[in-house]
């Protein structure tokens, strides 16, 4: 053979690993051109989306239905009488000034709530009324709520523990509530109860909040406000709501039962501002306005410490993660309360601090006559109770008869979406309790305790569906510490088991009066919690941005169907991506150019499985507003195309043009130069058993 031809070769033989090192991959190449299915009628433009109408800047006291003649009296105290207690909300900060000027009418103040600047006064007689109301700042004169309490299948029946129903649960992602505080906000807590043990870091009593009360004297004057006294259950309400959150389930043999709660690590702490020695939710006060102002000073204590350092316990044990508040405030007009009574906005006023609020929707039944304060505020999760029918299986649960429906009175500012109230839904029905020390079943907390107590007794309403929640949305800040409140209350009503007709499909899509956006499931929001945490998208995520799936089909080709839109702006874009790979458009209707504010668009994905490498792949999609994004849609996908080689036909075509060239190369030098003796002799050199000394030389 020519001398020439075999260093030519012997060139391609040392070149061709090279080509192939260059083409070689463990999977197929993408080409979006390649994989992407259009379908006639569709297009990559998205529909024009008009501003929303309502004017989010204006004072709630401007649009309040509370006030329809906006004299800045409460409605319902129009044909009062006598005295009546009251509060006074102001315009801005409350001053000295103001309470002098109160003080010059002969009105004494027994409660600032600096949260929602508002003075709580006490009984005033009803002819002051009109005075008060021409004082400076003063915008809004209300009455006094009536403070009303609203219970082993619960916690797998939120799949936060497994069962044989359900066979992953939120605990199967390794969490349990670890590090997260609840602000039980009730009647105490026996947490000497062996399930309750060890998980007390701070407590409040904000019935004795005044050391002279004389109706507290007799039990213990000394209780400090600093987080070190722990409050004690003499009615059975508080314990009962803190096992259904947090309860470990040992019992006082120190065996395990299966009475969970929904988050068995998380911590408690214990604002009492029920009852104090007895049974009776009153028999300590002397009016039922000490209730009333009880309760808003426990919720004022949490605000202004839930980010104090705890005496007496380690780091991650401070602060105040969740307010559980299964009780409410009875509203004084007619189709209840519009969410800016104070006692609502206080708890709009936590959620913006940073402690996110589950409160109970209220056991008035279908006919309820709207919602109470609490259950009212825009911002909190409001929640509805189910009837589990005492098995984990939820296809067979039901609303409760009891459980409060929706919606919530329009508060007049033009936002139909405040009004969707519940927004989720627990089992309530027939709940297993924790037993406290209660003063009706013979045991006295001054001399006795809950430690050799049990979990027994059942009890129903959304008292006990509220705490389940709570203990969910514990697992869930555990899993991604980073959420605002609003993103974890946005993650627990989309991945809501949904339930019921939409009751306001012109409004919302999916919710439903009954069940709100549906039942909670712990598995699927901590799931969720731990996507957006791994994929560090967290802080991106804006709850207002709405991005929805209709359907999921992978018979044939992979193709998705969703809707989005957005209840605060516009959306500029939904992507998908695949294996995390670049965001790629999806389509729309091209017959729709322009929808109406919070009305839903929708788009479509499809993609041909037999373009990717065989195995599982994952298709992630998500709406846009500027730089930020929609919760996103994640569903997975299998390919069973099989490839006899890691070289797919865009690669051998790549190999074979690579190939040519170097052939064609080595021909020129061959015949260019005469480089086929020098190639050879290096050749040789390179194989040589004997290594020598090679002397460098410059050709001319």
């Not at 003080?103 to 006064?121: F, H, R, T, Y």
């Not at 401070?318 to 409410?328: A, F, R």
């Not at 309790?433 to 079943?441: F, L, P």
């Not at 190999?655 to 005469?674: D, K, Q």
Request: charged fraction near 20%; include cysteine; proline fraction near 4%.
């Amino acid at each position: 053979m020519d001398r020439g031809v075999v260093a030519i070769l012997l060139v391609l033989l040392l070149m061709a690993p090279l080509t192939g090192s260059i083409a070689e991959g463990d999977s197929y190449d993408y080409d979006p051109n390649d994989f992407i299915l259009i379908n006639s009628g569709e297009t990559t433009d998205i529909p024009h989306q008009k501003s929303i109408p309502w004017d989010i800047s204006i004072p709630w006291w401007e649009t309040t239905m509370l006030d329809s003649n906006r004299d800045g009296v409460h409605d319902s105290l129009a044909d009062e009488t006598g005295i009546v207690n009251l509060g006074i909300s102001y315009s801005r900060d409350v001053k000295e000034s103001d309470i002098e000027s109160l003080s010059l009418m002969g009105i004494n103040v027994n409660l600032e709530l600096p949260s929602v600047d508002a003075l709580l006064i006490g009984g005033i007689h009803v002819e002051k009324i009109e005075q008060i109301s021409n004082l400076d700042g003063v915008i809004m004169i209300e009455r006094y709520g009536s403070v009303v309490f609203y219970g082993d299948i619960q916690t797998p029946s939120v799949k936060a523990k497994n069962s044989s129903e359900y066979s992953l649960g939120a605990w199967d992602l390794g969490v349990s509530g670890n590090g997260m505080n609840i602000a039980l906000v009730d009647t105490g807590v026996d947490n000497e109860h062996p399930g309750l043990s060890d998980k007390f870091v701070a407590g409040y009593d904000a019935v004795c909040y005044v050391h002279t009360d004389p109706t507290c004297l007799l039990s213990n004057p000394l209780r400090e406000d600093d987080g070190s006294f722990d409050p004690d259950d003499a009615n059975q309400h508080g314990t009962a709501c803190m096992g259904m959150a947090s309860a470990t389930g040992i019992e006082a043999d120190g065996s395990q039962s299966e009475f969970y709660g929904a988050a068995p690590n998380a911590t408690l702490v214990d604002i009492r501002i029920g009852t104090d020695v007895g049974a009776g939710p009153f028999e300590n006060y002397l009016l039922e306005q000490e209730f009333y102002e009880s309760a808003m000073n426990g919720l004022q204590w949490v605000i202004d410490h839930h980010e104090d350092a705890w005496p007496g316990v380690s780091e991650e044990y401070y602060g105040i993660d969740i307010i559980s508040l299964s009780w409410g405030i009875t509203s004084h007009e007619n189709g209840g309360s519009d969410g800016s009574d104070m006692h609502s906005r206080i708890l709009d006023e936590a959620m913006v601090e940073g402690i996110i609020v589950s409160v109970a929707a209220g056991n008035d039944g279908p006919n309820n006559d709207g919602l109470s304060g609490m259950g009212s505020s825009d911002l909190s999760v409001t929640v509805g109770a189910t009837d589990d029918q005492n098995t984990v299986n939820r296809e067979d649960d039901t609303i409760a008869d009891y459980s409060s429906r929706g919606p919530r009175k329009d508060n007049g500012d033009g936002n139909p979406l405040n009004e969707l109230k519940p927004e989720i839904s627990a089992p309530g029905s027939n709940i297993v309790q924790a037993e406290g020390c209660v003063t009706s079943g013979g045991c006295s907390n001054l001399i006795n305790d809950a430690s050799d107590n049990s979990y027994t007794g059942r009890g129903s309403g959304t008292s006990y569906a509220t705490p389940s929640v709570s203990g969910v949305m514990a697992l869930v800040w555990e899993a991604n510490e980073n959420l605002t409140t609003m993103q974890l209350k946005e993650i627990l009503k989309q991945t809501a088991e949904r339930r019921g007709e939409p009751s306001l499909p012109e409004v919302d899509p999916y919710w439903n009066r009954d069940f709100g956006f549906g039942m909670v499931d712990a598995y699927a929001a901590t799931l969720m919690a731990i996507h957006l945490k791994e994929t560090g998208t967290t802080e991106l995520v804006d709850p207002g941005i709405q991005n929805h799936l209709i359907s999921f089909n992978d018979t044939d080709n992979v193709k998705l169907v969703g809707h989005s839109w957005s209840t605060s702006g516009s959306v500029e874009s939904v992507n998908f991506r695949i294996d995390g790979g670049d965001w790629l458009e999806a389509n729309f209707n091209s017959s729709i150019v322009e929808v109406g504010p919070i009305t839903p668009f929708e788009w479509y994905v499809e993609v041909d499985p037999n373009k990717f490498s065989s195995g599982t792949h994952t298709l992630e999609v998500i709406a846009f507003s500027l730089s930020q994004q929609s919760l996103p849609i994640v569903v997975q996908f299998e390919s069973t195309v099989e490839s006899t080689s890691t070289y797919d036909f865009s690669s051998m075509i790549f190999i074979l043009i690579a190939i040519i060239g170097i052939i064609w190369l080595s021909i020129f030098l061959s015949i260019r130069l005469g480089y086929t003796t020098r190639i050879l002799d290096f050749l040789s050199l390179l194989r040589s058993e004997n290594t020598v000394p090679i002397d460098a030389e410059i050709i001319e």
